[in-house]
């Protein structure tokens, strides 16, 4: 167990509707990443946050969006939601963002499982 | 640009044989190469990373520049190795500490 916790494990909604993923990382790091694992696109990642600022963006849709709260949880937020977003969604964390060296070891969360009917 | 090719879906190899997943990458600078693995049903977990120079599980890989490889070796494959691996790099500046992953390899380790 990695210590990053995601919950739901499971999502089933429609086409249209909206969602939320959240994410708790592990005790200590201050670097919350979202990815995206799909059959046909592979794992992607999406967005990353380090102590509340949005950092690095990645092949995230715009109607897609994230936030580090003050206690370093993050959420991911999904909406207008079609088909192609049924995926499994990955967070990890990391301790920093290392100014210079190597870059820090990401822990990941199980996954939330989103299936769009 | 970076990217991540690795060319291999399906690997199947016999217990105890010698097993090699391919990695190449595409990066201008000096990237960080990770290998992750995910068992059936269970999160994705650090196998190893280049700078480590570790061997984990018995898996060994080395970065290789001047082909801008990073190939997963293992002597002798075992049963609980089955699972799906993926190549991973992290580059520097900008895009630091996001990892681009590869397509994933599902290897398969028969009795």
């Known amino acids: 167990d990695s210590g990053v916790t995601q919950t739901p494990k499971h999502l089933i909604t429609a086409t249209g509707q909206r969602v939320t993923l959240r994410c708790s990382p592990r005790s200590g790091d201050l670097s919350v990443y979202w990815y995206q694992q799909s059959l046909d696109q592979g794992l992607q990642f999406l967005i990353q946050?380090?102590?509340?600022?949005?950092?690095a963006k990645g092949n995230i849709l715009e109607r897609f969006s994230a936030q580090q709260f003050p206690d370093l949880h993050s959420e991911l937020n999904l909406s207008s939601l079609e088909l192609g977003d049924s995926a499994l969604y990955f967070c990890a964390s990391s301790v920093a963002i290392a100014a210079s060296g190597a870059t820090d070891t990401q822990y990941f969360g199980p996954g939330t499982r989103l299936t769009v009917l | 640009a970076q990217r991540v090719t690795q060319p291999e879906k399906l690997l199947s190899v016999f217990k105890g044989a010698p097993v090699e997943l391919k990695c190449n990458y595409s990066?201008?600078?000096?990237?960080?190469l990770f290998w992750y693995v995910q068992y059936s049903r269970q999160r994705l977990q650090l196998l190893l990373r280049h700078i480590s120079r570790e061997s984990i599980k018995g898996f060994t890989a080395d970065l290789n520049k001047g082909e801008t490889s990073f190939h997963l070796k293992k002597p002798f494959a075992q049963e609980e190795d089955s699972a799906m691996y993926y190549c991973?790099?992290?580059?520097?500046?900008?895009?630091?500490?996001?990892?681009?992953f590869g397509q994933g390899t599902i290897l398969t380790v028969h009795p």
């Open positions: 991973a790099l992290s580059g520097r500046g900008t895009s630091y500490g996001k990892l681009t």
């Open positions: 990066y201008s600078g000096s990237p960080e």
């Open positions: 946050y380090y102590n509340g600022e949005e950092r």
